[in-house]
């Protein structure tokens, strides 16, 4: 049923919905280019809300390790694998990295835009512009079939739960403040259980009529290390900041602009300097997340500290 649905999708792009392919790229590119949702993420946390940045960070961690680590779980193919006649449009296939269920980009559409939608403390137009938005990413993937039905459908199920259950938490801790320790160890071993799993488990080995192996387990498994990076990061820096940091986003415009200016430029000497070195030096799955944990831990922890440091004196 699903390749099926997928088909009919493709003969319509194929001929009329030719239309429609650029409006979706964009879409995709909105769910899918991490490094552009964390530079939106870092921008909120620094200078404009700093609850609110908390709450998509936390909610975008817990995020990519449970897509993680069911993606390592179901080794599911993506379509084209399963069904050769499934051509996905142009460049999609090249961006289409790691196995097929649960779907990246409607998860990280599910934290990016569904973070507003279970916020109910936020206008009823904006929820609802911002649920279409996650609609229209997930629609994306497979109009450009790179993705099945369930694969978005179960991404955006579990995408929203972790942004509701982000929010609970976070309500939870604003009355037991002291147990930010507890959360983020708690945190933290469920990370290093889900990289150990996806290091050790063995992953399904096809070919192809040409004896060539068709997914690489070991490979598809970085996203997954990249994941824990990320979240560990967050994590610790979260509770270092809670601490002994303490910013404010209550602040006037022009120094909103100069924390942007200042903490953007430290983010791309960490990001495209500093993290290439560590996966030059320390390859494989301790290399993906080592870069990962000092490009989130920049973010929550080392540039609010370097500017509360330079703001205070």
């Not at 620094?46 to 609850?51: A, G, H, M, R």
């Not at 709450?55 to 694998?81: D, E, H, Q």
């Not at 494989?284 to 540039?303: E, K, R, W």
Request: proline share 4%.
């Amino acid at each position: 049923m699903d390749i099926e649905i997928l088909l009919a999708l493709q003969n319509f792009r194929n001929g009329f919905g030719e239309i429609f392919v650029n409006f979706f790229y964009k879409m995709t590119f909105v769910g899918g280019n991490l490094d552009t949702v964390i530079v939106v993420f870092a921008a909120i946390y620094w200078c404009f809300s700093k609850n609110y940045g908390t709450y998509l960070l936390m909610g975008w961690s817990g995020n990519r390790i449970l897509n993680g680590f069911l993606k390592v779980t179901a080794c599911a193919y993506r379509p084209w694998i399963r069904d050769a006649a499934i051509i996905p449009h142009g460049n999609a296939m090249k961006e289409a990295t790691g196995y097929s269920f649960p779907s990246g980009h409607a998860m990280n559409a599910a934290t990016l835009f569904g973070g507003a939608v279970v916020r109910k403390d936020f206008p009823k137009a904006l929820r609802i512009i911002s649920f279409i938005a996650v609609l229209l990413v997930a629609f994306s993937r497979i109009y450009l079939g790179v993705h099945t039905p369930q694969d978005i459908l179960v991404g955006m199920f579990f995408g929203l739960l972790v942004m509701w259950l982000t929010l609970k938490l976070m309500q939870w801790l604003e009355t037991h403040p002291n147990k930010d320790l507890p959360v983020a160890f708690t945190g933290i071993i469920l990370a290093v259980i889900v990289a150990v799993y996806a290091a050790v488990k063995s992953y399904p080995v096809d070919y192809d009529a040409n004896g060539k192996i068709l997914v690489d387990g070991a490979k598809m498994a970085n996203d997954t290390f990249r994941a824990v990076g990320w979240c560990s990061a967050f994590l610790v820096g979260w509770v270092l900041e809670r601490r002994y940091v303490k910013f404010s986003t209550d602040i006037p415009m022009i120094q909103r602009a100069a924390r942007l200016i200042a903490g953007l430029l430290g983010y791309y000497v960490v990001y495209l300097v500093i993290c290439p070195l560590v996966r030059k030096y320390i390859p494989g799955p301790v290399g993906s997340v080592a870069s990962c944990f000092l490009q989130m831990f920049y973010i929550v922890f080392c540039f609010p500290y370097c500017f509360k440091r330079y703001e205070k004196n």
